[in-house]
């Protein structure tokens, strides 16, 4: 089961991160633990709830339509080693320490004014966006298992059963086998959390687009516009 994961920034608002594709739906697909949608304009409390900026998976909602009915848990920041690997589900902590609260909420706020870039399940998605709004951390290298406890479960998952599989061999013990299995699992989700790794560097959220290589992408988006926009008028 995969988690939604969020920033709570105060006044029952959560800032988070979403695929772009599903931000104007109102079909109710929260059973999609992968991609849940939370429809936009039918909060009867908070009229900003739903808020995003265009072309922007980056969206503002209350905490009940951030919730739809499901259970409220607080990720942990700054575990220790053995905290962390003593965590069967994954996406649920990190080693990596928290900043200060108020630096958690600029980040947070000036990413649903700017986005977060384009949404992807396994290398940039709400869990990622969430560590990076608490740690301020980024990856150098992209390429691989993505820096979020989800995804690397979601590959940690079947790449330890492949792992340990010439061990089967010498334990014919399901109990053996299971253990292996279960002890893979956890390494490899300790090996790719962002409070472990060696290549992250620290960004500011006002570098970030650049870090990343959005800012080419949004001039040529604002480029476009204005000259949809010049077609309009002269028609």
């Given amino acids: 089961m995969s988690n939604h994961v969020g920033i709570f920034v105060g006044g029952s608002k959560v ?4 695929p772009e594709r599903n931000l104007d739906s109102s079909v109710d697909t929260s059973s999609n633990l992968l991609d849940p949608t939370f429809p ?4 009867p409390t908070f009229p900003d709830c739903g808020f995003r900026q265009p072309n922007s998976g980056v969206v503002l909602s209350c905490l009940d339509c951030f919730l739809r009915n499901g259970s409220l848990y607080c990720f942990e920041y700054g575990v220790t080693p053995s905290v962390f690997l003593a965590k069967v589900r994954g996406g649920t902590c990190t080693t990596a320490a928290s900043d200060p609260l ?6 947070a706020m000036y990413l649903l004014q700017n986005g977060f870039g384009n949404y992807d399940i396994f290398e940039n998605n709400c869990e990622d966006f969430a560590l990076y709004c608490k740690t ?14 989800q995804a690397s479960s979601m590959i940690g998952a079947p790449l330890a059963a492949l792992l340990s599989s010439p061990l089967k061999l010498l334990m014919p013990s399901p ?5 292996v299995t279960a002890g893979m699992y956890c390494v490899t989700r300790y090996a790719t959390d962002i409070g472990i790794r060696t290549d992250v560097i620290k960004v500011a959220v006002e570098d970030l687009a650049m870090n990343l290589g959005w800012a080419g992408r949004h001039d040529e988006a604002a480029e476009e516009n204005e000259a949809s926009n010049r077609q309009v008028v002269a028609l």
């Fill in 136 to 149: 301020g951390l980024l990856i150098l290298d992209n390429l691989g298992i993505g820096r979020s406890g």
């Fill in 15 to 18: 800032v988070h991160f979403r």
């Fill in 102 to 107: 108020e630096t958690v909420i600029h980040r």
């Fill in 40 to 43: 936009r304009s039918t909060c």
């Fill in 175 to 179: 109990i053996g086998v299971a253990t």
